[in-house]
Nanobody, 124 residues
């Protein structure tokens, strides 16, 4: 059983920064991948970033150079530092866990556990 809780969203202006947190409880396997996804109204849920427990990371092209994913294993927490935010970043942001590991996938269907999401709104 795995539970994920996101926090850190809010309303900011274009160019500002936010740091999202994803706190995990339950049994997290050492080979698990944690991903961040987002979904805006009328759009598909899309991959943002992912990290494994060796701190290998991967990013969607539209956030490269602006967002950084990291983890603190002692706190069972994964972070998403978001800089230079744009109005196009407005969405509900979800963290998700692929506890099977090994797939290293940007596809939402490969992640078994999901948080409830946190709203990020960026005004122009």
């Amino acid at each position: 059983q795995v539970q994920l809780v996101e926090s850190g969203g809010g309303l900011v202006q274009a160019g500002d920064s936010l740091r999202l947190s994803c706190a995990a409880s339950g049994r997290i396997f050492s080979g698990s991948t944690i991903g961040w996804f987002r979904q805006a109204p009328g759009k598909e849920r899309e991959f943002v970033a992912r990290i494994n427990w060796s701190s290998i990371t991967s990013y969607a092209d539209f956030v490269k150079g602006r967002f950084t994913i990291s983890r603190d294993n002692a706190k069972n927490t994964v972070y998403l530092q978001m800089n230079s935010l744009k109005p196009e970043d407005t969405a509900v942001y979800f963290c998700a866990a692929d506890v099977a590991g090994g797939r290293w996938s940007p596809r939402a269907v490969n992640y078994e556990y999901w948080g409830q999401g946190t709203q990020v709104t960026v005004s122009s």
